[in-house]
T-cell receptor
């Protein structure tokens, strides 16, 4: 079983749609959680951290359920520029190692 | 805005040849990471440095891969000999202090390696 699992997609949605990505992780000792965005052939960039209380940044909302070891990302009012791969990331271990999921690809069309 | 620099951006080599990648982290960042990202997968940590010391190389294939950060600033990752399965994007990242939970890792643009 992979340490971080995501639905690979692709998710093909029209502009303005709401889309949700889910992620599960296996290490219950994981300490911190993130969503990174990766454009085609580019480096990953931090989108947002994920907190137990849930957090929102504009059109993006992230949620964490430690009991279920489940992380989610909700994107409202999708834009063409949201097209990218979204990587679920978990931090664990003595040196705060980042463990990446394989990513979920999102394609927003006009 | 300060960035992580990597070179070369692209490298094509034949199997059994040696290749080397270079990374210059953001100034002042003590922690440096090398990741490998195979197409369709997420990045996987190969090695983590704290200043000039290796703190995690558990996923580094040590029979053919080596990494160094001699002065605790820039770093080199070497593969010798390269194999077909090494074709991937090699990403370098850096963070401020000890890789703590509040330290964001900033990634460089990567080196895309193709082994023929």
């Amino acid at each position: 079983r992979k340490e971080v699992e995501q639905d690979p997609g692709p998710f093909n949605v029209p502009e303005g749609a709401t889309v949700a990505f889910n992620c599960t992780y296996s290490n219950s000792a994981s300490q911190s959680f993130f969503w990174y965005r990766q454009d085609c052939r580019k480096e990953p960039k931090l989108l947002m951290s994920v907190y137990s209380s849930g957090n929102e940044d504009g059109r993006f909302t992230a949620q964490l359920n430690r009991a279920s070891q489940y992380i989610s990302l909700l994107i409202r009012d999708s834009k063409l520029s949201d097209s990218a791969t979204y990587l679920c990331v978990v931090m664990a271990g003595g040196y705060n190692k980042l463990i990446f999921g394989a990513g979920t690809r999102l394609a927003v069309h006009p | 805005e300060a960035e992580v620099a990597q070179s070369p951006r692209y490298k094509i080599t034949e199997k059994s040849q040696a290749v080397a990648f270079w990374c210059d982290p953001i100034s002042g960042h003590a922690t440096l990471y090398w990741y490998r990202q195979i197409l369709g997968q997420g990045p996987e940590l190969l090695v983590q440095f704290q200043d000039e010391s290796v703190v995690d190389d558990s996923q580094l294939p040590k029979d053919r891969f080596s990494a160094e950060r001699l002065k605790g600033v820039d770093s080199t990752l070497k593969i010798q000999p390269a194999e077909l399965g090494d074709s991937a994007m090699y990403l370098c990242a850096s963070s401020t202090t000890s890789g703590g939970s509040t330290d964001t890792q900033y990634f460089g643009p990567g080196t895309r390696l193709t082994v023929l």
